[in-house]
Nanobody, 122 residues
Framework: QVQLVESGGGLVQPGGSLRLSCAAS????????MAWYRQAPGKQRELVAT???????NYADSVKGRFTISRDNPKNTVYLQMNSLKPEDTAVYYC????????????????WGQGTQVTVSS
């Protein structure tokens, strides 16, 4: 069984920083892209940032220049460094592993973490 466990959320003042982590555990052969999504109250879940196994990244316009996604492939872990946080960044942040193969012969599937709350408020 594969699990994605996020950590690092919390309450921070505007302009502050947080670092989110997401570790995938279980039998894992490979993971293609990993990503962070977020969902604010009353809003749809939105893509924040993605990173491929080769390290190529993409960001939502709203976080470009403030957030940095990175990953440690041997540890099956993805990070999201969030700087210059704004109140509008308040949301539940979800980790996503796309194209995860548990074995070399298995089909690729998508997995989600349970989410971690980030609150930006003074």
């Amino acid at each position: 069984q594969v699990q994605l466990v996020e950590s690092g959320g919390g309450l921070v003042q505007p302009g502050g920083s947080l670092r989110l982590s997401c570790a995938a555990s279980g039998s894992i052969f490979s993971i293609n892209a990993m990503a962070w999504y977020r969902q604010a109250p009353g809003k749809q879940r939105e893509l924040v940032a993605t990173i491929t196994s080769g390290g190529s990244t993409n960001y939502a316009d709203s976080v470009k220049g403030r957030f940095t996604i990175s990953r440690d492939n041997p540890k099956n872990t993805v990070y999201l460094q969030m700087n210059s946080l704004k109140p509008e960044d308040t949301a539940v942040y979800y980790c996503n592993a796309g194209g995860l193969k548990r074995y070399s012969f298995s089909s690729a599937k998508e997995y989600w973490g349970q989410g971690t709350q980030v609150t930006v408020s003074s």
